[in-house]
């Protein structure tokens, strides 16, 4: 069962999706991933600002962006740096 944020929410993002992408279906955006990836992309890409905000914060909502972020690699040791700079000797 859908609580009242997520229904303000559906609305507030399909009246808004309307005007840059066409009519949205929120039961669709609900049930359906690929739908809804489908939609929260052409909202990335062509909605405004509001749209947008509206757009993450559905997302977030339904548990789009609550994957896993992949951490960064640590930056090489100097060590390591002018280990790989000296690869080959004088005679290559």
Request: net charge negative; aromatic share 6%.
């Amino acid at each position: 069962m859908m609580d009242n944020e997520l229904l303000v929410l559906l609305s507030k993002f399909s009246v808004a999706a309307r005007k840059v992408i066409g009519p949205v279906n929120p039961a669709k955006v609900v049930k359906d991933q690929e739908y809804a990836r489908h939609v929260f992309e052409q909202a990335d890409t062509l909605g405004d600002e509001e749209l947008l905000l509206v757009s993450l914060e559905l997302q977030n909502k339904l548990g789009f962006l609550d994957q896993k972020v992949v951490p960064i690699s640590a930056p090489a040791k100097k060590e390591e740096i002018v280990a790989a700079k000296y690869l080959f000797g004088a005679r290559g």
